[in-house]
């Protein structure tokens, strides 16, 4: 005989708790319920526009930053930077946590500022998620650009309603600007879509799939599972997974805890972008191959080898934007199903100079 019932909802899950007056006849059912997600899209900039330069998680030499505004200024852009870029506390973070939700606030808060790009990932997103309300980032849409442990803000933005852009930041803008990485974000920001053809890979899994685009690096966007920053709660998902200096077991980890949770099911496909400098302690020959033997019982396509991540070639990707993967023996494509002037880019014809492994190590936060 029932004696009590309870609903409990917690970000999007709902617990239906059941019980009687026998604890052995006590029951527990658990209803996943994902969120709905439908993303604007942001103006695109025109001449003149303010693009905001800030700095969410670990500091960023000025001199860097100096120089990426500089760059910005070249593309006909006005750039501003954040009232707190410079300061540097605890030896890594780029200011308080107040400061750096301060900064973004700051970016949001100005009409005449269009875009947002983050100085450096690192690590520190994930104390602002709790400080962001996705009403604030829902009322003022506008492009943010980042990856990394901008991933978590990535979420933010999608379960806020804003589509955003995974891709570089000043950390290598200020390389030069002139590579494809930059110039493409560059173009993106001005209106030019990027329509995706990627080369053949050998651990690919065909079929094509049209879904909501969401993920990140993996080891900063599972640990948000739950929280307000979590956008694969969403359900038709393509899903977007890359990792710099991580063993091949704790991918193995973060993708079975996605899968525990449920997110593998409700995706439509998924892109592997690039693995740089990742774990080889087991017999598989690559990340791809040890996901691929996880992942070819769900029927959903796989396309591995996008140039997205902590590669040399970084290119850019509209996170919470309805996108379609067509993965076929020959090779994939990736298509952005918004407006925009379409530009078609063969990933596998671009390159860029090697930069050394120590440097995108101190760029993701891995080393000093």
């Avoid at 959903?300 to 040399?312: K, T």
Wanted: net charge negative.
């Amino acid at each position: 005989m029932w004696m009590l019932a309870s609903i409990l909802v917690i970000s999007g899950l709902t617990t239906l708790t059941s019980c009687s007056s026998d604890d052995d006849d006590a029951a527990r059912i658990i209803i996943d319920v994902p969120v709905v997600l439908n993303c604007e899209k942001p103006d695109y900039l025109k001449a003149g526009d303010k693009v905001a330069l800030i700095s969410p998680s670990y500091f960023t030499p000025m001199e860097n930053v100096e120089k990426t505004a500089d760059i910005v200024r070249s593309w006909g852009l006005e750039p501003v930077i954040g009232p707190n870029v410079g300061k540097k506390i605890d030896g890594k973070y780029a200011g308080t946590v107040a400061e750096r939700v301060s900064d973004i606030r700051w970016a949001l808060a100005d009409p005449n500022i269009k875009a947002i790009i983050c100085n450096r990932g690192g690590y520190g997103t994930i104390q602002l998620i709790d400080q962001l309300t996705l009403q604030e980032l829902k009322a003022s849409p506008k492009w943010l650009v980042g990856f990394s442990d901008i991933s978590t803000l990535h979420g933010l933005m999608t379960r806020a309603g804003v589509m955003s852009i995974h891709g570089t930041m000043s950390s290598f803008l200020a390389k030069g600007g002139t590579d494809a990485t930059s110039t493409m974000m560059r173009d993106l920001l001005l209106g030019q879509v990027p329509r995706y053809e990627v080369p053949a890979h050998a651990q690919n899994i065909e079929g094509q799939a049209t879904g909501t685009l969401v993920g990140g690096n993996i080891c900063t966007f599972v640990p948000n599972l739950g929280t307000q920053a979590d956008a694969t709660k969403g359900r038709d998902l393509i899903l977007f997974v890359e990792e710099v200096e991580e063993s091949m077991h704790n991918i193995d980890r973060q993708m079975r805890i996605l899968k525990m949770n449920g997110v593998l099911d409700r995706c439509k496909g998924i892109i592997l972008g690039e693995f740089t400098d990742c774990g080889k302690e087991f017999t598989y020959e690559s990340v791809e191959a040890m996901l691929h033997e996880m992942l070819k019982d769900y029927n959903i396509p796989v396309l591995c080898g996008f140039p997205g991540g902590h590669g040399d070639v970084n290119l850019p990707l509209i996170m919470g934007a309805s996108v379609t993967i067509d993965v076929r023996d020959d090779g994939a494509t990736i298509q952005f199903n918004i407006d925009g002037d379409q530009q078609q880019v063969n990933t596998g014809s671009i390159t860029a100079p090697v930069t050394l492994s120590t440097i995108r190590m101190q760029m993701a936060g891995k080393i000093e």
